[in-house]
């Protein structure tokens, strides 16, 4: 899988958009860019995916440049539970047919002031 | 049945103990996944299973192994632990190619959290 690199950590007040870098110089062709998130103590959450196309959701959008080195999430209207740390990761999405697991990366602690 | 079920929540075992850590899924999905995290790490990739068969061992030590039963159950063994063997241990699952509208995503369960005295 294709390296990515994220910001340690960010702070965003409780009801602004946040915006969370992640930049994937590497990134292949055939590869997708998954955002996922853990809040403290649960499992990691999907929360969207895109090609070359922006992409929105009920959770998020998903900015894309296109040269397809650079994504940015945006959650519209964060809250207090959006506090959490965001893994961007690159992979296709099918991998000869089989499973290959996500390779997480350090991700964005991602810190909503109240 | 979106969910990814894994019992137990919490369990302290001594070096000795055997233990095992259950996984269950109802999604339908036949890939499934046994990750590790250590305090304030990313998750790091154990095993992976594919149609029942183990598919990837990432160089886990033998003294955690790995069984899937059917395709709704995954077990994690665990015999002759240390204590930095001590983590949260998430299972996972997901859909294989061929099986319908496939966007890659993986279903997290919400992880057994392991402590080794």
């Known amino acids: 899988d294709a390296k990515t690199t994220q910001p340690p950590s960010m702070d965003c007040a409780e009801g602004r958009a946040a915006n969370l870098p992640c930049n994937h110089s590497?990134?292949?062709?055939?590869?997708?860019v998954y955002w996922y998130r853990q809040i403290h103590s649960q499992g990691p959450q999907y929360i969207i995916h895109?090609?070359?196309n922006n992409e929105t959701n009920e959770m998020a959008s998903l900015i894309i440049t296109e040269d397809r080195k650079s994504s940015t999430l945006i959650l519209p209207h964060a809250t207090l539970r959006d506090t959490a740390v965001y893994y961007c990761?690159?992979?296709?999405?099918?991998?000869?047919?089989?499973?290959?697991?996500?390779?997480f990366g350090k991700g964005t602690h991602l810190i909503i002031q109240p | 049945d979106t969910e990814v079920t894994q019992t137990p929540k919490h369990l302290v075992m001594g070096m000795t103990n055997k233990k095992s850590l259950k996984c269950e899924q109802h999604?339908?999905?036949?890939?499934m996944y046994w990750y590790k995290q250590k305090a304030k790490k990313p998750p790091e990739l154990m095993f992976v299973?594919?149609?029942?068969?183990?598919?990837i061992n990432e160089s886990v030590p033998s003294r955690f192994s790995p069984e899937c039963p059917n395709s709704s159950l995954l077990n994690l063994h665990l015999h002759a632990l240390q204590p930095e063997d001590s983590a949260l241990y998430l299972c996972?699952?997901?859909?294989?190619?061929?099986?319908?509208?496939?966007?890659?995503?993986?279903?997290f369960g919400e992880g057994s959290r392991l402590t080794v005295l």
């Open positions: 996972a699952s997901s859909l294989l190619l061929g099986q319908g509208a496939n966007t890659g995503e993986l279903f």
């Open positions: 590497t990134i292949s062709g055939n590869e997708y």
């Open positions: 895109g090609l070359k």
């Open positions: 990761i690159v992979r296709p999405r099918f991998s000869g047919g089989g499973a290959d697991g996500l390779t």
């Open positions: 999604m339908g999905h036949r890939a």
């Open positions: 299973y594919s149609y029942e068969k183990l598919s």
